[in-house]
């Protein structure tokens, strides 16, 4: 909530350090943040990790720069519980509205999601 409403698109991205296709995606979701953050795109990535250091040292070596959070709360707290979450990495497409317009978006459909909208 934080962030919808502002005019922007967000692509809220659930991953962990520990998922080795979340740590695929990372050059796909890099791209697009490139190519459309200028155009109203946010990317706003949740870690699924318990264990914050290691989130923290995956963002050091991963290099994302877009906003990130960590969601290492359980049951009906979590993020995860409320998007449904039951793998990752789980790319959800909200607008400005705050309506999710596209959900498992992964490798170059991430890209061509986005390309009808911007």
Not at 42 to 64: G, H, K
Request: charged content about 20%.
């Amino acid at each position: 909530s934080d962030y919808v409403g502002k005019g922007k698109y967000i692509l809220v991205d659930f991953w962990a350090s520990w998922c080795n296709p979340c740590i695929q995606e990372i050059p796909n979701m890099k791209d697009v943040y490139n190519k459309y953050h200028g155009k109203g795109l946010e990317i706003l990535s949740v870690s699924l990790d318990q264990d914050e250091t290691d989130w923290r040292n995956a963002l050091q070596e991963c290099n994302m720069p877009w906003i990130q959070s960590i969601d290492n709360e359980t049951g009906v707290n979590s993020a995860a519980y409320k998007y449904l979450i039951d793998a990752i990495p789980a790319i959800f497409l909200i607008n400005s509205d705050g309506v999710i317009i596209a959900s498992q978006l992964r490798g170059e459909s991430i890209g061509k999601t986005l390309e009808k909208f911007f």
